[in-house]
């Protein structure tokens, strides 16, 4: 290693020091609105402005964060509980640096008693070589199963991604409302996906923001909107992410400004590690 490649690692390890780790949920009511694609674009985003970002795919019925990515993984979470896989066979990491955890079926498992203590050791200390990383995203089902809610409980942020159908609206609205109720308060911005315009977006928000105002008491903010690109499909059909084959689409010229807003915004970190966070998950999981 010459003088220059030690002072450019140092560097690194200031800039790493600076930012706190960060965890954000994406979850939504209803399925098919957008999240994966979402999470995977926020991602190639966040790596592109120099964030070491990990993505944990926690939707244990639909996982499909690796085949957008183009990839296929072959062994999940579950492997690691059941098949003594280890961290470095699970997780894969992408040529531009996202490391990918699939959470197959070892997601629900996690709320499943029968996983013992032994178990769960074993799995915190694979999840704990995932290192280096100053953000994790976490793709989850949709709906109101107890893992999402978990996974809410202890992220810093939780983003809920909804489109403008009344549908859709509704178990966004129902999603929110049981969070409240649980008392998971902790941050939670609405993204509105395949928008038209700016317009489409911030009265779908009005109405969806009214209602939790009125019937649960509780403003909730604005993130960014997505429009509706047929620049998203083609990208799924060929598994790379919009935003890094079509980087000048409105799609992506969305998520950049989100990825800004998350940036801009300062929270409040409650894990100081992976180890730290996945501690507490684990912990909360099994009760
Ligand atoms: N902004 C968008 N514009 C156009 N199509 C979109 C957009 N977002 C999502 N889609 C379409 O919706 C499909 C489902 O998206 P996905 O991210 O898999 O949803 P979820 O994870 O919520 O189930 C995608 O395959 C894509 O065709
Ligand atoms: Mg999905």
Redesign the pocket.
Known sequence: MDQAEKLRRLMEKKDAEKKPFRVITVA?GK????????TINLAVSFQKRGLRVAILDA?FG?A?VDI?FGIRAKYSIYDILHNNKSMEEVSAILDNGIKIIPGGSGISDLVDIDIDIEKREKLLSELSKINNIDLLLI?TG?GLSPVVLNFSRVADEVII?TNSEPTSLTDAYGLIKVLITENINNNIRLVI??VKNVREAQETFNKLSKAIAVFLKTNIKYLGF?????K??QA?RQQIPFTEIYPKSG?SQCISKISSELLGTETKSSSTSIKEYFSKLIKIMGR
């Open positions: 939504s399925g098919g609105v957008g999240k994966t694609n979402f939707d639909m499909n957008l793709d949709a991604v996906n395949r997505i429009i509706d690109d047929e998203v499909g799924v799609a």
